[in-house]
């Protein structure tokens, strides 16, 4: 399209332009993926607990969802959401119509998608939750995670991400916290008061 042509309207004039002066693709540099120092899952654990975390060791997956039966209760009066099938929450998102209904929540269990050593994070994204307001304003959050899909650093973890399978993705690194400029850490401050990190496999 030809944006001297009279016959454009302005606003194809403007378009035709931008597209003409578009600059050619440029190839990225190489980036090395630099190796972090210590035993990636001995790192992870640390970093969890490192931002008031708490890591439950299981062997294998039904070890870990035993765990979560035995300790996250589902027949008192406390709102439980759960994203995963093996796990029957007391409550559904056609309960929780809006996203800050999920304010009602006491817990939300999910399924980790990765774990990074290096920061202690674990990625999720709004299915994880069921919703992301879910994981959000839950009060105290669970998630399993397969020791496999721990890798050493963020850079590696980035190569692990598609972002054309969801609307985007999140790095959780422990529950919310806040700090002053005093350095006084508060946990708990803003959201989640508790994340717990059930590991199998």
């Given at each position: 399209?030809?944006?001297?042509?009279?016959?454009?309207?302005?606003?194809?004039?403007?378009?035709?332009?931008?597209?003409?002066?578009?600059?050619?693709?440029?190839?990225?540099?190489?980036?090395?993926?630099?190796?972090?120092?210590?035993?990636?899952?001995?790192?992870?654990?640390?970093?969890?607990?490192?931002?008031?975390?708490?890591?439950?060791?299981?062997?294998?997956?039904?070890?870990?969802?035993?765990?979560?039966?035995?300790?996250?209760?589902?027949?008192?009066?406390?709102?439980?959401?759960?994203?995963?099938?093996?796990?029957?929450?007391?409550?559904?998102?056609?309960?929780?119509?809006?996203?800050?209904?999920?304010?009602?929540?006491?817990?939300?269990?999910?399924?980790?998608?990765?774990?990074?050593?290096?920061?202690?994070?674990?990625?999720?994204?709004?299915?994880?939750?069921?919703?992301?307001?879910?994981?959000?304003?839950?009060?105290?959050?669970?998630?399993?995670?397969?020791?496999k899909k721990i890798v050493a650093g963020?850079?590696?973890?980035?190569?692990?991400?598609?972002?054309?399978?969801?609307?985007?993705?999140?790095?959780?690194?422990?529950?919310?916290?806040?700090?002053?400029?005093?350095?006084?850490?508060?946990?708990?401050?803003?959201?989640?008061?508790?994340?717990?990190?059930?590991?199998?496999?």
């Open positions: 399209m030809n944006p001297e042509n009279k016959n454009l309207t302005p606003r194809e004039r403007i378009m035709a332009r931008v597209r003409a002066n578009h600059p050619q693709p440029t190839a990225h540099p190489e980036v090395p993926i630099y190796p972090i120092a210590g035993d990636t899952l001995e790192n992870f654990i640390t970093h969890v607990k490192g931002f008031d975390g708490e890591i439950i060791n299981t062997t294998d997956r039904a070890e870990a969802l035993r765990w979560l039966h035995e300790n996250v209760s589902t027949q008192g009066k406390e709102a439980v959401f759960s994203a995963i099938n093996e796990f029957e929450g007391n409550i559904t998102l056609e309960e929780l119509p809006r996203p800050s209904d999920a304010h009602r929540l006491h817990a939300c269990v999910g399924e980790g998608l990765l774990g990074i050593g290096e920061t202690g994070s674990v990625l999720v994204t709004p299915e994880t939750f069921g919703r992301m307001a879910n994981g959000l304003l839950a009060i105290n959050l669970y998630l399993l995670l397969d020791r963020l850079q590696e973890a980035y190569s692990h991400i598609n972002l054309s399978e969801t609307q985007y993705s999140s790095l959780f690194s422990g529950p919310s916290a806040t700090a002053d400029i005093e350095a006084v850490h508060v946990t708990g401050a803003q959201g989640a008061v508790s994340l717990t990190v059930i590991l199998y496999g």
